[in-house]
């Protein structure tokens, strides 16, 4: 299947009335970008920092490509649209007005091919008043110099494209740095040779013939993913590859269940299964760490008081946990201890936990029964590899001690909102509707007996209430590439210093002779590396039991994302055991495209 890109890619979301080839719209991207000029920035508003308490609206008054500019300004933050026709009354400018009230930054999308009339002047003066404005113009600049007097960002590109219209957007969230001059006078203030130059800061969104990957080197994963949901490994999909700190590839596959009346989407959210522990509670240690809250040699007991007591774990150090040295047991399975009282249909003050849809535990039922087995539980291998969700559950504590803040508060607060990660956190229903979330579990016949959606689909975390150091996240494949891109980074992402680079270096390095692993990131087993020419050494990521995989390689300027829900419906029972790893095999072709370009 041959990889086509519209005016904008295709895994933007975005219909249009004619396909052109990568190649086209690589360059055609390119063109754009060369003739993109940012006015009126002395304040260095342009691109955006800090999105957290921002709440966005774009108005866009007779602008032809206002979907492809909306498709990407949602990939880095919220944003409500609203239309205008430029001719319109003061009366209609009045009422848009009056609708944007809730909103602090407004984007303002104008073209050449319609003339500014004074009501519309009149408008964005009287909106800059009470709000940050930023100006999109496309066309040839006769409307520049009127534009001059309103003294906002003004975003220019000579072409009225959708690919302009793309470059725009990127370069206000600085996923295009552009540096740009004009080449003539337009007015008394936009002179030949103004302009500001920004530098790029987050993800950009582009064909892969940008970064000299082609189109049909990408081709295989199609057939790849349509082969997996045939052969029921998944019934859908979403991949997304990004290099040298562009997405090139982000597509959407199959559907929700087998019986596909819901196609998957790109923005759907997954139940991430233990990519948990490198997308929440690992990232939350780094950041204590750097603010010394904790050392990696510090005992668990040191956070854990009742540990103190027990001999075989009172010495256990964060890093034995991080490394899964610490000897815990590998699992609980806390279901199996669960009597009729303990659950309800309804909920109460005496039974307030929701696992599922009605479906709730009693009151403590964590304190009083699933963390003493925890502490109860044996240590046997200390010193050696084996992986244990265990080790997470002790972590999770740590950080709520050392940080005086729930885990889902802590990591929402402290990363997901502020990297524009709006769709990634816990207890996903209490946020979005039950549609955008893709079920795990229908025929969950050994614990809860109902179709598993929105809800983690490991038992111990649901147990625990949905949040746990080992599982509870969930999350869409834009925002994992942005967390992830932010690790490639060193730390930084959107001009934010999230996590000091050493102690990205220090976490993802080789921490281990025995397992090659880094603190809480897995990275590529010591026979990989002898026997294939990828990936790296420097490579880390991880899996997730739901069928989920993140993958960051630092020579190759890459991450992978892969998300799927292979354990629907009930964990390979009704299909039998898997015959693809799909997961694996969508990397070696990213790694092959990769490579390819890079031995050249």
């Known amino acids: 299947m041959k990889v086509f890109f519209f005016s904008i890619l295709v895994a933007l979301g975005v219909r249009v009335a004619y396909a052109q080839s990568g190649s086209v719209h690589a360059e055609r991207m390119r063109e754009a970008q060369r003739q993109t000029v940012l006015l009126a920035n002395q304040s260095g508003q342009i691109p955006l920092t800090s999105l957290t308490n921002v709440n966005m609206a774009s108005v866009h008054v007779d602008y032809p490509h206002h979907a492809v500019f909306d498709s990407i300004t949602t990939k880095y933050w919220a944003t409500s649209p609203f239309y205008i026709n430029s001719q319109q009354r003061d009366t209609s400018f009045f009422a848009l007005h009056d609708k944007l009230k809730f909103y602090n930054l407004v984007l303002v999308t104008l073209s050449d091919q319609a003339p500014l009339s004074k009501q519309l002047i009149d408008f964005i003066n009287d909106q800059r008043s009470i709000s940050n404005v930023v100006i999109v113009l496309a066309g040839n600049g006769n409307n520049l110099a009127r534009l001059e007097a309103l003294k906002v960002p003004v975003i220019w590109c000579k072409a009225n494209t959708a690919e302009a219209s793309s470059v725009a957007a990127q370069v206000i969230f600085g996923g295009i740095g552009i540096s740009n001059r004009l080449d003539a006078t337009y007015g008394n203030v936009f002179k030949r040779g103004s302009g500001y130059s920004t530098t790029k800061s987050r993800l950009g969104y582009a064909a892969p013939e940008t970064v000299s990957i082609?189109?049909?080197?990408?081709?295989?994963?199609?057939?790849?993913?349509?082969?997996?949901?045939?052969?029921?490994?998944?019934?859908?999909?979403?991949?997304?590859?990004?290099?040298?700190?562009?997405?090139?590839?982000?597509?959407?596959?199959?559907?929700?269940?087998?019986?596909?009346?819901?196609?998957?989407?790109?923005?759907?959210?997954?139940?991430?299964?233990?990519?948990?522990?490198?997308?929440?509670?690992?990232?939350?240690?780094?950041?204590?760490?750097?603010?010394?809250?904790?050392?990696?040699?510090?005992?668990?007991?040191?956070?854990?008081?009742?540990?103190?007591?027990?001999?075989?774990?009172?010495?256990?150090?964060?890093?034995?946990?991080?490394?899964?040295?610490?000897?815990?047991?590998?699992?609980?399975?806390?279901?199996?201890?669960?009597?009729?009282?303990?659950?309800?249909?309804?909920?109460?003050?005496?039974?307030?936990?929701?696992?599922?849809?009605?479906?709730?535990?009693?009151?403590?039922?964590?304190?009083?029964?699933?963390?003493?087995?925890?502490?109860?539980?044996?240590?046997?291998?200390?010193?050696?590899?084996?992986?244990?969700?265990?080790?997470?559950?002790?972590?999770?504590?740590?950080?709520?001690?050392?940080?005086?803040?729930?885990?889902?508060?802590?990591?929402?607060?402290?990363?997901?909102?502020?990297?524009?990660?709006?769709?990634?956190?816990?207890?996903?229903?209490?946020?979005?509707?039950?549609?955008?979330?893709?079920?795990?579990?229908?025929?969950?016949?050994?614990?809860r007996n109902m179709l598993v959606q929105g809800y983690v689909n490991d038992p111990g975390a649901a147990m625990a209430g949905g949040v746990e150091g080992h599982a509870g996240l969930f999350g869409n494949a834009n925002d994992l590439a942005i967390l992830y891109q932010m690790y490639l980074n060193r730390g930084t992402y959107g001009g934010v210093q999230y996590i000091e680079p050493s102690t990205i270096d220090l976490f993802t390095a080789k921490q281990s002779a025995g397992s090659g692993r880094g603190y809480g990131f897995d990275r590529a087993k010591p026979a990989d590396l002898a026997a294939r020419p990828y990936p790296s050494s420097q490579a880390f990521g991880h899996s997730g039991y739901t069928g989920t995989y993140v993958w960051v390689d630092p020579k190759y300027n890459m991450v992978y994302i892969c998300l799927t829900n292979r354990v629907y419906p009930d964990d390979s029972k009704t299909y039998g055991k898997p015959t693809m790893n799909i997961r694996a095999m969508i990397l070696d072709t990213f790694y092959e495209a990769v490579t390819r370009t890079t031995s050249k």
Not at 247 to 260: D, L
Not at 345 to 364: I, Q
Not at 417 to 424: I, K, V
């Open 214 to 447: 082609k189109s049909d080197q990408l081709s295989r994963i199609d057939s790849l993913v349509q082969a997996s949901i045939a052969a029921h490994v998944t019934p859908g999909a979403v991949v997304l590859l990004a290099k040298d700190g562009d997405v090139i590839f982000h597509k959407a596959y199959g559907s929700h269940t087998y019986a596909a009346t819901e196609p998957t989407k790109l923005d759907d959210i997954f139940d991430l299964a233990s990519v948990t522990k490198v997308s929440a509670t690992t990232p939350a240690i780094m950041r204590l760490y750097d603010k010394k809250r904790l050392s990696l040699t510090d005992p668990i007991s040191r956070y854990v008081a009742r540990t103190r007591t027990i001999p075989d774990k009172a010495t256990i150090t964060i890093r034995e946990a991080l490394l899964h040295e610490a000897g815990y047991t590998p699992y609980i399975k806390f279901y199996e201890s669960l009597k009729p009282t303990d659950v309800s249909t309804d909920s109460s003050a005496a039974y307030p936990t929701k696992v599922a849809d009605h479906y709730f535990l009693r009151a403590n039922y964590f304190a009083d029964v699933m963390w003493p087995v925890t502490l109860r539980s044996t240590v046997e291998t200390r010193g050696k590899f084996v992986y244990s969700d265990v080790s997470m559950y002790m972590l999770k504590e740590v950080v709520e001690t050392a940080s005086h803040r729930p885990l889902n508060e802590f990591v929402l607060n402290e990363f997901y909102l502020p990297l524009g990660m709006r769709s990634t956190g816990y207890l996903p229903r209490n946020r979005f509707p039950r549609s955008r979330i893709v079920p795990t579990t229908e025929n969950d016949n050994w614990f």
